[in-house]
């Protein structure tokens, strides 16, 4: 296993789960400049947990049904990486976001309101980096 470096671990980048284009391009729009974006329907492409680990936090699609189950995702990185990277939900049903919430999920939003949030957070989480 490669130990991350200082710089890859001050780096601002989040994850976002979900197949929904028009929703990817206006979060990529509305993220700040010195921010990355990591898109992705597999967590395990990015590598082991230490990959994941060095995303600040994970934005997730609870609507999305085709390309991942979004239970299982918070299931991966709650159980089987045991990592506590925030887990944003956005979309879902009252039932989804139910048992998202039992499975440790961190916050839910609605579809129309995660934009927004993404800058908030992107703030929040902002600390050190480059």
């Given at each position: 296993m490669t130990l991350p470096t200082i710089e890859a671990r001050l780096a601002r980048k989040l994850i976002v789960m979900s197949t929904d284009v028009p929703l990817l391009e206006r979060l990529r729009?509305?993220?700040?400049?010195?921010?990355?974006?990591?898109?992705?329907?597999?967590?395990?492409?990015?590598?082991?947990?230490?990959?994941?680990?060095?995303?600040?936090?994970?934005?997730?699609?609870?609507?999305?049904?085709?390309?991942?189950?979004?239970?299982?995702?918070?299931?991966?990185v709650r159980m089987e990486m045991m990592l506590n990277v925030p887990i944003l939900c956005f979309g879902g049903d009252p039932a989804t976001r139910d048992q998202a919430r039992l499975a440790r999920a961190d916050r839910f939003f609605e579809r129309d309101e995660i934009v927004e949030k993404l800058k908030l957070y992107c703030d929040q989480f902002g600390w050190g980096g480059r």
């Amino acid at each position: 296993m490669t130990l991350p470096t200082i710089e890859a671990r001050l780096a601002r980048k989040l994850i976002v789960m979900s197949t929904d284009v028009p929703l990817l391009e206006r979060l990529r729009a509305a993220l700040p400049p010195d921010w990355a974006l990591t898109e992705c329907t597999d967590l395990s492409v990015l590598g082991g947990y230490q990959d994941v680990l060095l995303h600040r936090f994970i934005l997730l699609d609870l609507d999305e049904t085709q390309a991942f189950d979004p239970l299982a995702v918070i299931e991966q990185v709650r159980m089987e990486m045991m990592l506590n990277v925030p887990i944003l939900c956005f979309g879902g049903d009252p039932a989804t976001r139910d048992q998202a919430r039992l499975a440790r999920a961190d916050r839910f939003f609605e579809r129309d309101e995660i934009v927004e949030k993404l800058k908030l957070y992107c703030d929040q989480f902002g600390w050190g980096g480059r």
